[in-house]
């Protein structure tokens, strides 16, 4: 979004509101909360209201669920279905496909790449890496990629809006692509097929949802974090309209596993549903406060007596965003981890589209 759009926003509404309406809500509803409020700094000092340890502990399910770390290689590389294999250091997330014919591998996040060759030799002893598939053109999940450069014969796969932005990036570590697409692309080696779509629920240019029907897996980067809520603003999604739509694209694939870039946590179809009916949750309860806005804002307009229309605009979303973070964590703690660490950002990602959508 761009910060003029924000202003002429603002604007339209402070102009609307200050000569047309009435105020008709009132301001002891929207007083401050003197317990813990997640829109505010996270505190150290003890007896502060929002002292860290007033936010909710993981949930045991979550923990349960985070795979062992090897000591030893800092990765946790499992054989999820026969010749694929997931990766994780604890953070990011890879996976790579071993055929009759070489290696596949998905993404390289400059976090673990430079052990993917050690890995890969490990779990696929005396097989080339043929292909190099990047999800998308972020630099978090592709940028270790340059360990592959010396990969003699490597393709590098990826779609040509991401080939223009690494072009023009300005970050060390990429590996430009070699082969590009623009619509739906097959990849096939020693027999086994990976279908490539173009997308959009993240990314500024454009994703790829990577699918291994075979495998019954499926990649989408930067959507969910399985039992978690997800990370700040949906994801940094640039685009959260897309990203609510992301949910039943993804849920017509048929999938046992899907790959979603972060958590040590490799997550399920489940998984999905949950975060579908979080994001809609939020979705609707950010857009009922809405609904409210225009009146809350001429009551807080009332209030700072006509002096400050940018005090009062600001005012009224942090109240907007304060309900509506309360009631889902409210409906969320127990569901999903650390729902309180996120949901004020989900709540203020929504009431900004809302105000310019
Ligand atoms: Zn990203």
Redesign the pocket.
């Known amino acids: 979004m761009k910060a003029f759009e924000f202003f002429a926003s603002a604007v339209f509404w402070v102009g609307l509101s200050t000569v047309a309406l009435q105020p008709t809500y009132s301001m002891a509803e929207d007083e401050a909360p003197e317990q813990l409020n997640t829109g505010d700094d996270i505190s150290l000092t003890p007896d502060h209201p929002n002292h860290f340890k007033a936010f909710a502990p993981e949930l045991p399910e979550m923990l349960a669920r985070m795979p062992a770390i090897d000591p030893e290689t800092g990765l946790h590389v499992s054989e999820v279905k026969p010749g694929l294999f997931y990766v994780t250091e604890g953070v990011y997330q890879s996976a790579f496909l071993a055929t009759d014919d070489g290696v596949i591998v998905f993404d390289a996040p400059p976090s673990f790449a430079h052990k993917l060759p050690a890995a890969i030799s490990e779990h696929a002893p005396g097989k080339a890496i043929r292909f190099l598939v990047y999800s ?1 053109g ?1 630099h ?2 592709i940028g270790g990629a340059h360990v592959l450069a010396h990969v003699e014969g490597l393709e590098v796969v990826a779609h040509a809006d991401v080939a223009e932005s690494i072009a023009k990036s300005w970050r060390p570590g990429f590996l430009a692509p070699t082969k590009t697409y623009t619509g739906p692309y097959e990849l096939s080696l020693g027999g086994e097929k990976v279908e490539l779509t173009p997308a959009s629920f ?2 500024e240019d454009v994703d790829t949802i990577v699918y291994l029907a075979k495998q019954k897996f499926v990649m989408a ?2 959507t969910i974090t399985p039992g978690e809520a997800p990370f700040m603003n949906f994801g ?1 999604t640039s685009d959260v309209g897309a990203y609510m739509t992301f949910f039943d694209t993804i849920l017509e694939y048929e999938f046992d596993h899907i790959l979603s ?1 972060h958590v040590s946590v490799l997550g399920t179809r489940e998984d999905v549903i949950k975060a579908r009916d979080y994001a809609q949750d939020v979705w609707q309860t950010a857009g009922a406060g809405m609904a409210t806005f225009l009146n809350r804002f001429n009551a807080t307009l009332a209030e700072f007596e006509y002096k400050n229309a940018n005090l009062a605009y600001r005012a009224t979303i942090e109240a907007v965003r304060r309900d509506c973070a309360r009631d889902v964590i409210d409906r969320w703690t127990g569901k999903l981890s650390v729902v309180d660490v996120w949901a004020d950002s989900h709540c203020q990602t929504v009431i900004l589209y809302n105000i310019m959508h």
């Open positions: 998308h972020h978090d999940h993240h990314a980067v930067d940094a870039g």
